[in-house]
């Protein structure tokens, strides 16, 4: 397994980075109060220490009351939670690591298992987070622009801080993918419709805002998802045709990458070839893409919570793929998550070093 492609340099706008690897996303709601910790600092750090080529946080949340339905999940806004922010790019850079933030609504959502809810109820397009179960308010359009307005303002603050780019959470079913997908969005007015191109007016709006708060050279990402957790099998584009006059008008307001997240990157997205979630973005706008989706593992990240174990499975088929240019960056969550040096381990060919997944890792904030 010759994994060097793996490791040239990628550069694009704000992003310099040593290798195309990317540390996804994962929620690890160890930030009380929204304030990250110094632990959540070293953290980051050790990843970084690990080779990691570009570090994308756990969600962050923007400055809007009910964005999240977790009272440890960090904020991205207000003094104390900036600050720690602050320590977080710190540390990561120290390490000579990259690093950016991702900004999320979480929109309407189930109550917390843990009992706490936000001050003020769930706020999304329609009041639902999945057809049939309402759990929160429609947004009135003065919602929606301040909340427009807060992704902008996070997007400047993540610039301000010395990130290398940012990364709107747009997928697996929280606020802006809750406009897209026509089970949610219900709305008649002029952010909703019968298209997704038409349900797409409220992440356009984002992209601009954050665009015109952090200028044209600073890197911005989205995450998509075509899966919602509580339908696996749905495809917001049903075919290559709806798939580019979906992402096209979200490059044109100012996407430079696009994350396109499915649970098993191996998985052709449409019929008649095998190309992949991000194979076909790349394919339809021209932009660079993230492939993720149990790379590395046997499982994939949902069966996770479910208290599911994975073992080490090959890269071969993902070096397949990126080798004739199917994506320009992959993404990979458990297995960095659960070990900091997976990304090194890789790049010397110390495989049986390489650790399977288990749950307990998600408990932890894993240091070694």
């Excluded at 900036?82 to 690591?97: D, E, F, S, T």
């Excluded at 359009?141 to 010395?162: N, V």
């Excluded at 390489?354 to 904030?365: D, M």
């Amino acid at each position: 397994m010759n994994t060097e492609s793996l490791f040239s340099p990628f550069r694009l706008k704000s992003l310099n980075i040593k290798n195309r690897i990317v540390m996804a996303p994962m929620t690890r709601s160890f930030s009380p109060s929204g304030v990250p910790t110094n632990d959540v600092a070293a953290y980051y750090r050790k990843r970084a220490e690990g080779e990691v080529g570009l570090i994308l946080s756990e969600g962050t949340v923007i400055n809007r009351i009910s964005s999240s339905n977790d009272a440890n999940v960090p904020h991205f806004y207000g003094a104390e939670a900036l600050a720690g922010w602050q320590n977080v790019i710190n540390n990561v850079h120290k390490a000579g690591g990259a690093m950016g933030p991702q900004i999320w609504h979480m929109g309407i959502m189930d109550n917390h298992a843990s009992g706490w809810v936000p001050a003020q109820p769930f706020e999304g397009p329609s009041g639902v987070n999945r057809p049939g179960f309402n759990n929160g308010n429609t947004m009135t359009e003065r919602d929606i622009a301040d909340t427009i307005a807060a992704f902008g303002q996070a997007a400047a603050d993540a610039k301000a801080l010395g990130f290398d780019c940012v990364e709107i959470h747009g997928a697996h079913g929280y606020l802006i993918d809750q406009f897209f997908w026509e089970g949610t969005n219900l709305r008649t007015d002029g952010y909703g419709g019968q298209t997704l191109p038409q349900r797409s007016r409220f992440a356009i709006e984002v992209i601009k805002e954050v665009r015109r708060r952090v200028g044209d050279d600073f890197a911005v990402i989205i995450r998509l998802s075509q899966f919602k957790p509580s339908a696996y099998t749905n495809k917001l584009a049903a075919n290559p045709q709806e798939l580019e006059a979906w992402l096209n008008p979200l490059a044109d307001a100012g996407v430079d990458i696009f994350h396109c997240s499915q649970r098993r990157f191996w998985e052709a997205e449409f019929e008649g070839s095998d190309l992949n979630f991000a194979g076909w973005a790349k394919k339809v706008t021209g932009k660079a893409t993230i492939t993720v989706g149990s790379v590395g593992l046997s499982g994939d990240f949902f069966g996770s919570f479910a208290g599911e174990s994975s073992e080490v499975s090959s890269l071969d088929e993902l070096l397949r793929r990126f080798d004739r240019g199917d994506f320009d960056l992959v993404g990979v969550g458990r297995p960095i998550l659960a070990d900091p040096n997976w990304v090194k381990k890789i790049h010397e060919g110390r495989n049986a070093d390489l650790r399977n997944f288990t749950p307990e890792a998600l408990r932890e904030l894993v240091m070694d």
